[in-house]
């Protein structure tokens, strides 16, 4: 027997007939003898809907208003799931953020989950082997007793948590896809899924890009170790073994992987700019003259890369911005030029960035000097380098993503 958290997201509840389908799943881990708290999305499609009529009714509205529309979408899957747990013999209840309560912080629209009090779940687990069908996405605020909602995609998240609060054996999620792959399938057909990844791979390649699961969930599940199980939601209830092993990606601390591969996985991300400044002068103060307007201006920059001044006075400093970015990150550049102090900007859109990720690398020397023999034996110009303890980043031209990463996947002996 464990205790379980499923997880099922918007597609996986899109409809009457599909919520029918989530609760054989449930039925199935109840009658396995599982103790279950599931947590619900809203219909595919509703949260978009829900705020696309928030800006409708109001441009400029209230995050707090926002919150009380936004959140309306799980309440309804989560009332929908319990009643039709209930007609097939399942004892079930709903929950919303409040009513358990999901303490988070005050920040609408994107609140943290600050703690969760999982004590009556257990209960009712213990007393009355009940369901627990927990809305996602959903907390409340403390002290102003106002609903919060946690950004979107942020029912993983919710999932996670609650997984940590009842202390679960794991938390599976239920998604349109079977597990984590190696990169993406669509690119390099030879991509397999893998069995495990730890919880700090699995943090590269979500905010790289791999988008199977919020960002903040992994963080959350890699702080409390949680173990998270990534498994497809179309595999039929009444296929599955409750006591096999299905097939899925657990994310979990590395000690639990006991063949770590040196590298686990390839993540890319095209739409990316690259922009170099010339000549910026070499003195305390001029990164932060830099960076400073392009935050303020709610631009993300990744991988800043700079020289060593050769002349003690000025040096030359790239980094990339997402290519939608591009434009209005180079007039807050051209604006800020008395303030930063350079010669000229170059840049380039249409590049991509390649991360090739494994914490084996932690241990092995060379990894990344292989992949730059390679690219180079396919006249790949690598434009930027940068590394860290458990990846390596490149910035290519866009135009030789797929050649590249299909080539170093084979290297990295991850064809399947
Ligand atoms: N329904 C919310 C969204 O679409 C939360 C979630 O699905 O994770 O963002
Ligand atoms: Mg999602």
Redesign the pocket.
């Known amino acids: 027997m464990a205790r379980l958290v499923m997880k099922f997201?918007?597609t996986s509840v899109a409809d009457i007939d599909r919520i029918r389908n989530v609760a054989c799943h449930v039925k199935r881990e109840v009658e396995a003898g599982h103790d279950v708290a599931v947590v619900v999305?809203?219909m595919a499609g509703?949260?978009?809907e829900l705020v696309a009529w928030c800006g409708a009714a109001a441009p400029l509205h209230d995050a707090r208003e926002y919150d009380a529309v936004v959140a309306s979408?799980?309440q309804v899957t989560s009332g929908l799931l319990a009643m039709t747990l209930e007609t097939i013999g399942v004892n079930a209840r709903s929950w919303q953020g409040w009513q358990l309560p999901i303490y988070t912080s005050n920040a609408h629209g994107s609140a943290r989950i600050l703690d969760i009090n999982g004590d009556e779940l257990i209960k009712r687990f213990a007393e009355r082997g009940q369901v627990a069908v927990i809305s996602?996405?959903q907390g409340v605020h403390k002290e102003t007793g106002r609903i919060t909602t946690l950004g979107?995609?942020?029912?993983?998240t919710s999932a996670v948590a609650i997984a940590a609060a009842i202390r679960a054996d794991r938390c599976d999620i239920y998604t349109d896809v079977d597990g984590i792959y190696t990169t993406d399938p669509r690119v390099v057909p030879r991509a397999h899924r893998l069995d495990k990844i730890a919880f700090e791979e699995m943090l590269e390649m979500a905010s790289l890009g791999a988008k199977v699961m919020?960002v903040r969930s992994i963080e959350l599940g890699m702080v409390h170790n949680v173990r998270i199980f990534v498994r497809s939601s179309f595999d039929r209830p009444e296929d599955i073994d409750p006591h096999g092993t299905p097939p899925g990606t657990l994310i979990c601390d590395e000690a639990e992987i006991m063949e770590q591969q040196v590298v686990s996985g390839i993540a890319f991300s095209k739409d990316e700019a690259q922009i170099s400044i010339r000549r910026v002068q070499d003195k305390p103060g001029v990164a932060a003259a830099i960076f400073g307007p392009l935050a303020e201006a709610n631009i993300n920059v990744d991988m800043i890369v700079q020289n060593v001044s050769a002349d003690g006075a000025t040096t030359d400093l790239t980094f990339t911005v997402p290519a939608v970015d591009y434009a209005r990150a180079t007039d807050v550049l051209t604006k800020s030029r008395e303030a930063i102090g350079y010669e000229r900007i170059d840049g380039a859109t249409d590049i991509a960035k390649i991360s090739v990720i494994g914490i084996g690398m932690r241990s092995h020397a060379g990894v990344a000097a292989k992949a730059f023999r390679a690219l180079a034996d396919r006249q790949i110009n690598i434009r930027a380098i940068t590394t860290s303890e458990i990846k390596f980043s490149l910035l290519i031209d866009a135009a030789y993503t797929e050649l590249a990463v299909r080539t170093l996947h084979s290297l990295y002996g991850l064809d399947k």
């Open positions: 997201g918007g999305s809203a509703k949260t978009n979408g799980e996602g996405f979107r995609g942020g029912s993983d919020q």
